[in-house]
């Protein structure tokens, strides 16, 4: 069993950053792929970005790539969303995910959830 909590979210101006932090419980954490999902009012859920457990292989929706950068520490059991150059279209409640396959991609099945944390970008 794996717990996910994130962290980090918040207001920020269009232009600006933030990084969000997704900190897991269990040791197997590390083996997993992660995901970065978002969900904006009245939308659904999409992936934005996603990393295998090694780091080596990474995805990035056309919307973010060149802006957002996904990464994890396996020693600290936590993975990250830098997000920079932020938009408005950028707000949403962003949620981590991890997929015990380690199969990551838009296509994976995601196993654990966070509750989200909500970035708000003004503009």
């Known amino acids: 069993q794996v717990q996910l909590v994130e962290s980090g979210g918040g207001l920020v101006q269009a232009g600006g950053s933030l990084r969000l932090s997704c900190a897991a419980s269990g040791r197997t954490f590390s083996i997993y792929a992660m995901g970065w999902f978002r969900q904006a009012p009245g939308k659904e859920r999409v992936l934005v970005a996603s990393?295998?457990?090694?780091?080596?292989?990474?995805y990035y929706a056309n919307s973010v790539k060149g802006r957002f950068t996904i990464s994890r520490d396996n020693t600290k059991n936590t993975g990250y969303l830098q997000m920079n150059r932020l938009k408005p279209e950028d707000t949403a409640v962003y949620y981590c995910?991890?997929?015990?396959?380690?199969?990551?991609?838009?296509?994976?099945?995601?196993?654990?959830w966070g509750q989200g944390t909500q970035v708000t970008v003004s503009s």
């Open positions: 990393i295998n457990w090694s780091g080596g292989r990474t």
């Open positions: 995910a991890a997929d015990r396959t380690n199969s990551g991609g838009p296509g994976a099945k995601y196993d654990y």
